[in-house]
């Protein structure tokens, strides 16, 4: 609701911040701040509490808090939804982000988040699914939420996720493999209105994630 203590909305000219003013030793978060940055200024595509924080500093921060699901996508035509995927999982704060397939991936659409994410790779389902069996909190299984609108899903909307899982995308084309659905512990779909067959794989990511969030963090 907007009253009148609402602060009013004001644009973001620039990205980042100049040089440090004043004597950074007196910041209570001087022994994060790299010193190279307190010099030359930080253009980073960081938040603002992250400012002049050394990279290492900040990933140790993250993993305080991340969220106990993760995400995995297939690659084995180098989909360039890769790095999206990257960036929305650095968002919403996942635990890790697997590649299923081909290694090598398009780091531009990661605009660096990659840094600040743990991304794993596995070189076929078989296996990331002898990954996931103990890779639940104290070494329990974890489920696999394959997320595609394909015959026999059932709607990601009325679906509670699980708190700990992987939600595991399919790239642009073909969507999921058999034997990735067949790996998976449910199959979601995001329901669609239009004419399209589908939307885009890191759009769906960003809300099958975000779905998680309004589920565990604001319910
Ligand atoms: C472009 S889709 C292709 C596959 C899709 N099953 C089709 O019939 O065309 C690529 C990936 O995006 C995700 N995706 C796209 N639309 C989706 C939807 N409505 N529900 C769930 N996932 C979707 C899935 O992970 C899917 O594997």
Known sequence: MVNSETPKPTSQPTWGVGPYQGDPTKHPDFS??????LQEGDTRNVVDNYRYWKM????????????????AIENWQHDLNIG????????????????????????????????YQHVLHHPTIEDFVEWTKTAGEGGKPLPIIAIDNVPG?????????????????????????????????????????????????????AIAMHTWVMQHVFS
């Open 56 to 71: 290492e500093e900040i990933v140790r921060d993250l993993d305080a808090k991340r969220h106990p699901f993760h995400v």
């Open 153 to 205: 899903c059932k709607q990601l909307e009325t679906t509670k996720l699980p708190r700990e899982c992987i939600l595991l995308f399919g790239q642009e084309g073909p969507g999921l493999s058999q034997p990735a659905l067949d790996a998976s512990d449910q199959v979601l779909e995001i329901s669609q209105f239009g004419s399209t067959r589908s939307i885009n794989a890191s759009a769906a990511a």
């Open 84 to 115: 999206s995927i990257v960036r929305n999982a650095n968002a919403f704060l996942a635990s890790s982000v697997h590649i299923v397939g081909n290694k090598r991936w398009n780091k531009r659409g990661a605009m660096v988040t990659d840094r």
């Open 32 to 37: 994060k701040f790299d010193p190279q940055l």
